[in-house]
């Protein structure tokens, strides 16, 4: 899901755990469930737990935050469910199962269509041209989620539409 943010550059699932003291003294170790490596160089570590134990978890992730190492993470989050927005978790979940398939011609030719595009397209319009149904989908879905190509927002489909991110605004 973090991978189709404009200001990730790269997702790391299960890190190192982290040593912490908790509040009663007792030494613990944590592993986030994620640590995200920002465009700006920043690393974020992530803790995604249910709502209904937000209580709970907010002050260990705060206790972690205060004393783990800055060559760990810059800063660590909580997030759950309440936080993520349905797309965002349907476009990463899309991503991740697409990046199970090898990369291949699928992959070139599209690279290759989207190479010099001006503007937008729907990704239903460069599949149907391309000729390769699915596995064109497939390919376009991978481009997005390596960042050659981007969408305005919503659950990516047939009908999202898709552009070349500005490379320089990205800077």
């Not at 991978?3 to 912490?20: F, G, N, W």
């Not at 990046?99 to 319009?125: N, Q, T, Y």
């Not at 596995?135 to 659950?155: S, T, Y």
Request: net charge positive.
């Amino acid at each position: 899901m973090f991978c189709t943010h404009r200001d990730v550059a790269d997702v790391r699932e299960q890190p190192t755990p982290v040593c912490y003291v908790d509040e009663h003294g007792k030494a613990s170790r944590h592993t986030f469930d994620f640590l995200l490596l920002m465009k700006d160089g920043r690393k974020i570590a992530v803790a995604i737990k249910p709502a209904k134990f937000k209580k709970k978890w907010w002050p260990i992730i705060r206790c972690i935050a205060e004393q783990m190492s800055r060559s760990f993470a810059d800063a660590a989050v909580l997030m759950t469910e309440e936080d993520l927005h349905p797309d965002l978790v349907h476009n990463g979940r899309l991503i991740h199962a697409v990046r199970r398939d090898p990369p291949g011609a699928p992959d070139d030719r599209m690279r290759e269509l989207v190479g010099d595009l001006k503007g937008s397209v729907r990704i239903g319009e460069l599949v149907r041209y391309s000729g390769l149904e699915g596995r064109g989908f497939r390919a376009i879905v991978r481009l997005i989620g390596d960042g050659e190509l981007d969408i305005d927002g919503g659950r990516i489909g047939y009908d999202t539409t898709i552009f070349r991110p500005d490379r320089e605004k990205a800077r």
